[in-house]
């Protein structure tokens, strides 16, 4: 099956600070999704983004299926930023899914 | 609130019994999935549902059975539980099969934490 790579597995801020986190993914693929896991175990979709670039606020991802990555930055960060984020990737027909093993950051006041 | 509806929050049950969680996906969403988190697993798929049909089976254990109804709500059976079933179980539903078209967002509720002893 498709393996997904995250890092760093940690990553601890200061308020304010901006950061990148990286997803590596092993196969083809046509979806691909960032979630953020908060402290209270809410799985929240952050992007829907196969391929390109889309921001949100102080959030924005750029996947490069062509190279098998995806970005995800997130400035001005704020204490409300932390908790597990996480990439996932979908089978282009059979749909089973593959969560990478998450980063875990921790943006300090 | 994601619109994906989960029941219940928390279970705590003893080796050996048999649960019941319930997913109702967002109105509309004809996909469901299911997903178990533990602390030492990371976050596993386990089966994925389309309008009715079992689509894509992951990592379930033949003691998990599921099933999606004709209201498209879904149940995911634990049976002869171990303690290592403990874990938080996660619904999560999309439009369309995952890939099949673009903008296919999957969406999850808040799960349901499983507390085995």
């Known amino acids: 099956g498709i393996q997904v790579e995250q890092s760093p597995p940690d990553l601890i801020l200061q308020e304010g600070a901006n950061s990148t986190l990286r997803c590596n993914f092993s196969?083809?693929?046509?979806?691909l999704q960032w979630f953020h896991q908060n402290p209270w175990g809410q799985l929240i979709n952050l992007f829907y983004i196969p391929s390109g670039t889309k921001q949100n606020g102080r959030l924005s991802a750029t996947t490069v299926a062509t190279e098998r990555y995806s970005l995800l930055y997130i400035s001005s960060s704020q204490t409300t930023d932390s908790g597990v984020y996480f990439c996932?990737?979908?089978?282009?027909?059979?749909?089973?899914?593959?969560f990478g093993d998450g980063t875990t950051l921790t943006v300090k006041p | 609130d994601s619109g994906v509806t989960q029941t219940p929050k928390h279970l705590i049950t003893a080796t050996g019994q048999r649960v019941t969680l319930r997913c109702s996906p967002r109105?509309?969403?004809?996909?469901v999935y299911w997903y178990q988190q533990s602390l030492d697993q990371g976050l596993q798929f386990l089966i994925q549902?389309?309008?009715?049909?079992?689509?894509a089976k992951g990592n379930i254990l033949e003691r998990f059975s599921a099933q999606q109804f004709p209201d498209l709500h879904s149940e995911l059976n634990l049976s002869s539980l171990e303690l290592g079933d403990s874990a938080l179980y996660f619904c999560?539903?999309?439009?369309?099969?995952?890939?099949?078209?673009?903008?296919?967002?999957?969406?999850f509720g808040e799960g349901s934490w499983l507390t085995v002893v």
């Open positions: 549902y389309y309008n009715g049909e079992e689509r």
């Open positions: 996932a990737t979908f089978n282009t027909n059979a749909g089973k899914s593959t």
């Open positions: 999560a539903s999309s439009v369309a099969l995952t890939g099949a078209s673009s903008g296919n967002t999957i969406y």
């Open positions: 109105s509309g969403d004809l996909s």
């Open positions: 196969d083809s693929v046509n979806n």
